[in-house]
């Protein structure tokens, strides 16, 4: 019973913390944040059986102890669940702990002039040095919808290579690099696809339906050309500007964002953006990386013993 695997709860603080579920193997499972970790964990108590709980469910089944850290802030809070997870890979943490996929985009204009577009969810190491990097994003099937939409739509204006590449299937689910060639394509369509994935402008959407409209094959296929159009735009809301949402927030230009750093820095960009509209704070984002540097290290590098509980035999 959850109630059973959750035991003094009532000695808990009314904090901001982290709490840490491990099973009897004592395997870290899960770790989640709470802007008040008393009432976080009764939640845990009263899971129904309805489908919303399923999951909550699921993480007290497999519980046997767990444990908690109190935490000056929400923020301290949600920074050190994301450098637990990302170092911890607990079973029940899927999102944020598969940082290393997150997807990039990359582009590429070769000497003899074509554009290579890329797609990858390994390192930003492994991409073909002088390709400009974008990203990293957070959704894989968004960001690799896009890049297939992509090819499809820039393939009726420039010349798409197709002996040497392969465009990614859109049901491909582990897709892990492609890449694509383009010959006939100006540095203008570099320019808007370049302003497109960095979240800056939109504009590229309105050039490829302007020139789509004098091409007959693209009308005959006017159905699959805007679900390719609809793919783009939901990339560039969901995706593309959040990403510039973080580096206008951090003030960290047009830079690429690996992506071990993307989860802990979008929470940063939030809080600040947060602190700017109630209170009016200005102040650069080292300041607050800083102030949290040192307390999350801490943290990660020490042994959570704050409090221990252990699940009742029988």
């Given at each position: 019973m959850p109630a059973?695997?959750?035991?003094?709860?009532?000695?808990?603080?009314?904090?901001?913390?982290?709490?840490?579920?491990?099973?009897?193997?004592?395997?870290?499972?899960?770790?989640?944040?709470?802007?008040?970790?008393?009432?976080?964990?009764?939640?845990?108590?009263k899971t129904s059986r309805i489908?919303?709980?399923?999951?909550?469910?699921?993480?007290?089944?497999?519980?046997?102890?767990?444990?908690?850290?109190?935490?000056?802030?929400?923020?301290?809070?949600?920074?050190?669940?994301?450098?637990?997870?990302q170092k911890a890979k607990p079973k029940w943490n899927i999102v944020g702990a598969f940082y290393f996929m997150y997807p990039i985009i990359s582009v590429r204009r070769e000497k003899n002039g074509d554009l290579i577009l890329?797609?990858?969810?390994?390192?930003?190491?492994?991409?073909?040095?002088?390709?400009?990097?974008?990203?990293?994003?957070?959704?894989?099937?968004?960001?690799r919808r896009a890049f297939f939409s992509m090819n499809r739509l820039i393939g009726y204006i420039g010349h798409r290579e197709k002996k040497k590449s392969k465009t990614p299937s859109s049901r491909s689910e582990f897709v892990k690099n492609r890449e694509q060639r383009f010959r006939q394509l100006s540095v203008e369509w570099e320019k808007w696809i370049t302003l497109f994935f960095n979240g800056e402008s939109s504009l590229l959407l309105e050039k490829i339906v302007t020139q789509l409209l004098d091409r007959p094959k693209a009308r005959r296929r006017a159905s699959e050309v805007q679900t390719y159009i609809d793919e783009l735009a939901l990339f560039y809301s969901t995706e593309a500007k959040r990403l510039?949402?973080?580096?206008?927030?951090?003030?960290?230009?047009?830079?690429?964002?690996?992506?071990?750093?993307r989860d802990r820095f979008y929470?940063?960009?939030?809080?600040?953006?947060?602190?700017?509209?109630?209170?009016g704070t200005h102040f650069h984002s080292n300041q607050i990386s800083q102030s949290f540097s040192q307390s999350l290290h801490l943290a990660i590098d020490s042994k959570v013993t704050e409090t221990k509980f252990v699940k009742p035999n029988g």
């Open positions: 059973r695997a959750l035991k003094d709860i009532e000695q808990l603080s009314n904090n901001p913390g982290v709490y840490f579920f491990y099973d009897a193997a004592d395997n870290l499972i899960y770790v989640g944040k709470a802007k008040n970790l008393r009432r976080r964990l009764a939640q845990y108590r489908r919303k709980h399923r999951r909550m469910r699921g993480i007290i089944r497999d519980t046997f102890r767990y444990e908690t850290r109190n935490c000056p802030s929400e923020l301290d809070a949600l920074l050190l669940e994301n450098e637990w997870i890329g797609y990858s969810t390994e390192e930003a190491s492994t991409i073909q040095s002088g390709s400009r990097l974008f990203g990293s994003y957070r959704s894989r099937s968004n960001t510039k949402f973080i580096r206008d927030q951090l003030d960290l230009g047009l830079g690429f964002i690996p992506q071990r750093e929470l940063l960009a939030k809080h600040i953006a947060k602190s700017r509209l109630t209170d």
